[in-house]
């Protein structure tokens, strides 16, 4: 199978650990472990008594436990832990495409199930986010794209890159598009807990009795802060779950038992409020210091104020290619960010705004420096 290269996780690979200032990061600061289990002894010491065995394969009830719990009418015969939110989106996408189905993917996202899906079927078809809209999903165009031959609707809510978070309305018409076509709704919730404020976005999980052919898929890796637990999950009817778990037989076989067992503690009510808590508050930190910095920079930029997620999305007013930016931006000053083309979307920059707030304070002024000299 060829696949596209997924051109942003290349860029983080090469460069993310090497670059003076990363501002490449869709979440927030990453907590330690120390910071995770927080003085909490009984933790530790069973943490440090975990034998480093195979753990159950699909997760371990304990955890399977803790996640269904996040979803009402769920239970752990729905969930599937993998390893990271990107391995339930490969599982997810190679047990349900076949060639010849169409695959129809919300744009902008991450990339990630655009190119698997180009991958598996050679048949991806978009359908938008307009700016215009502040980012909410042109309905209409779904409804034009869709087909009897469509497998998969795919979405990213809260959205990577635009930070936006869809409606109920938008959700429930996305849904019975679906149902209308028989196709399975695939809905990557990873930003899910990551709102910078207002409510906790609603999980597509909670309309399934107008549609079960859904599979949800999230992680630890961004409202948690936790992506070092490569942590991640799919919720799916039960055939389904066992579907997607013969499929993960072939890919990484388990989950790794200290990372089962730290995000048993990540998930354990209490700690998670306080998790998600320290989330918001990095986020409306930050995200004061990203907008006063905008706001000294109107005339380079235009932009939708995220709803969730580190990352702002602007879109930027002189005639130079995004990816010719950030080549430059890293090695003349030093600063990583991702480029519009990346998504495929050119004289769009993303810059990442979960990190400790010096280092963003001190990333973007080079930036600023940067684009009043070269615009
Ligand atoms: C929408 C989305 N899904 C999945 C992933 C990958 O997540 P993980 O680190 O949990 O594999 C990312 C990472 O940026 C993402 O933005």
């Known amino acids: 199978m060829k696949i596209p290269t997924f051109d942003l996780e290349r860029i983080q690979s090469l460069w993310e650990n090497v670059v003076e200032i990363n501002l490449s990061e869709s979440g927030v600061h990453p907590l330690t472990l120390s910071e995770l289990l927080d003085g909490d002894s009984d933790m530790l010491a069973n943490i440090l008594a975990t034998p480093l065995g195979y753990p159950q394969t699909n997760g371990t009830p304990a955890l399977r436990e803790r996640i269904a719990a996040l979803y009402p009418g769920s239970t752990p015969e729905n969930v599937l832990a993998t390893n990271g939110t990107s391995e339930a989106n490969f599982v997810t996408l190679w047990s349900l495409l076949e060639p010849g189905d169409e695959l129809v993917v919300m744009l902008p996202n991450y990339m990630q199930i655009w190119g698997l899906g180009r991958g598996f079927t050679g048949e991806v078809k978009p359908f938008h986010l307009r700016a215009e809209d502040g980012w909410s999903p042109d309905i209409d165009e779904l409804r034009r794209q869709v087909t009897s031959r469509t497998r998969i609707i795919a979405v990213c809510n809260p959205n ?216």
């Not at 890159?161 to 399975?184: C, F, K, R, T, Y």
């Not at 730290?262 to 986020?283: G, H, K, V």
């Open 160 to 375: 990577n890159p635009a930070g936006s978070v869809m409606n109920a309305e938008d959700m429930q018409a996305i849904l019975d598009i679906a149902a209308e076509a028989g196709a399975w709704l695939v809905a990557d919730e990873v930003y899910q807990g990551a709102e910078r404020e207002g409510e906790r976005t609603r999980s597509f999980w909670t309309l399934r009795e107008h549609h079960d052919r859904m599979i949800i898929t999230n992680g630890l890796s961004k409202a948690y802060g936790l992506p070092g637990l490569r942590m991640g999950w799919t919720l799916a009817p039960p055939e389904q779950a066992a579907t997607l778990w013969s499929y993960r037989d072939y890919t990484t076989i388990a989950p790794s038992a200290l990372s089962d067992k730290l995000a048993q503690a990540a998930l354990e009510p209490a700690r998670r409020e306080r998790i998600l808590a320290r989330t918001r508050s990095i986020l409306q930190r930050n995200y004061t210091v990203l907008a006063e910095w905008l706001d000294a920079h109107t005339q380079l930029f235009t932009h939708v104020a995220p709803k969730a997620g580190a990352i702002a999305w602007l879109r930027y007013h002189f005639d130079i290619n995004s990816t010719q930016i950030v080549d430059r931006l890293r090695s003349e000053c030093g600063v990583l960010i991702v480029p519009g083309d990346c998504f495929g979307m050119d004289r769009y920059l993303r810059i990442g705004f979960g990190g400790e707030v010096d280092a963003m304070r001190e990333g973007l002024n080079r930036i600023g420096k940067f684009l009043n000299q070269n615009e």
